[in-house]
């Protein structure tokens, strides 16, 4: 029953779980898994709980009857509400029965609820119905549940306030609850969803305002079917929506026509552009490759070319079969001795030879004589 005070977990595994406690006439009073006792107060109704989460801690919290997983445990003042930070880890907050998975516990407020980091499920706990007793089922996140008594109604606790900045966080709600906000026929409270986190919600209608130049909707469809793309909790049944973090990857053509960017929800499956195109170049892939689905912080690929090869005359050359190469023009390349008399052919020119040395004979006796007459 006490006040849950200051709790840090920075590292480590922990596993917690609330205990029961007997109430006033029988009505069973529980604590949260992390967080709060029963019924805890003080002389003036006021008190503070304080739960820090970060690291890489690995962390299990189940609420007992009417408590949160991580939070507060079953009501006894109104005003009682957690201040839950979470920065890193794998946190996983189970309420118990009317209780919030992180948050409220029955009859109380969400409190203030920061998530900026790590890997976050969170499942209200489920409501009872009795002839003497009902309690409603709790939220994923944010307030506790009431119940009802006869004619005697324990309103339930609002949705506090959740701020969700980045991670990967799963929020589901008891059917009579939302999954972020408040239990039934309660304030919802107020939401936010910035930054880099993905927030995947069975009841999308309990999602305030979102904005929209950051992130998108999807609806998932069955768990089922998307256990493996997005990590939605196998013993989660029914379907799936999301609010996720918009990315783009951008395609640099490197001097082809321009690829317009792709732009969509982070782990959607992507399809490819069709390829660009340059003259005198073979396409030959994107580097990076083109992922299936979409990254968390988009991506930037770049075309890869091959250059044709061509001869001067943009025709093919020619093999080396022993076949006659061609010359630019594409005709046989003649042999530049062909006007050499071929063997047998060379009469005439013998008897010009002879001609032309009986003549020089002739002239140098010629010239001897004159010169013995002198």
Not at 245 to 265: E, K, M, P, R, W
Not at 322 to 327: E, K
Request: charged share 10%; net charge negative; aromatic share 6%.
């Amino acid at each position: 029953m006490g006040v849950g005070g200051v709790i840090t977990i920075s590292g480590g595994v922990v596993n917690a779980t609330g205990s029961d406690y007997p109430g006033i006439g029988g009505f069973t009073m529980g604590g949260a898994g992390i967080g709060s006792g029963a019924g805890a107060h003080d002389n003036d109704g006021e008190y503070e709980t304080t739960i820090t989460i970060s690291g890489t801690s690995t962390v299990t919290a189940t609420g007992a009857f009417g408590s949160a997983g991580i939070g507060t445990g079953t009501g006894a003042e109104s005003n009682h509400s957690a201040t839950i930070t979470i920065d890193g880890g794998t946190v996983t907050g189970i309420g118990g029965v009317g209780g919030a998975g992180i948050g409220g516990g029955l009859m109380l407020d969400g409190g203030t609820i920061t998530i900026k980091n790590g890997t976050v499920t969170a499942t209200g706990g489920e409501g009872i119905s009795g002839e003497e007793l009902t309690i409603f089922g709790g939220t994923g996140i944010g307030g506790g549940s009431g119940a009802s008594m006869g004619d005697f109604t324990i309103p339930s606790g609002s949705g506090g306030t959740a701020n969700i900045s980045g991670g990967l966080v799963f929020a589901k709600g008891d059917d009579s609850a939302k999954d972020i906000g408040g239990a039934l026929e309660c304030s919802g409270g107020s939401l936010a969803i910035s930054g880099t986190a993905a927030v995947f919600l069975r009841n999308d209608s309990s999602v305030e305002p979102v904005d929209t130049t950051t992130h998108t909707h999807k609806n998932i469809g069955n768990h089922v079917a998307n256990t493996t793309a997005f990590g939605i909790p196998v013993s989660w049944d029914g379907n799936f929506g999301a609010w996720l973090v918009l990315s783009t990857i951008s395609f640099d053509s490197a001097g082809g026509s321009a690829v317009a960017g792709i732009t969509q929800g982070q782990g959607t499956v992507i399809t490819p552009p069709a390829d660009p195109t340059r003259e005198g170049y073979t396409f030959n892939g994107w580097m990076p490759a083109i992922p299936t689905a979409m990254p968390l912080n988009g991506l930037v690929v770049k075309a890869q070319w091959t250059k044709n090869a061509t001869n001067p005359t943009g025709t093919a050359a020619t093999n080396p079969t022993g076949t006659a190469a061609t010359n630019p023009t594409g005709t046989v390349a003649s042999d530049s001795r062909e006007d050499i008399p071929k063997t047998g052919e060379n009469a005439p020119y013998l008897h010009v030879g002879i001609t032309l040395i009986l003549l020089a004979a002739g002239l140098s006796i010629l010239w001897k004589w004159n010169k013995v007459k002198q």
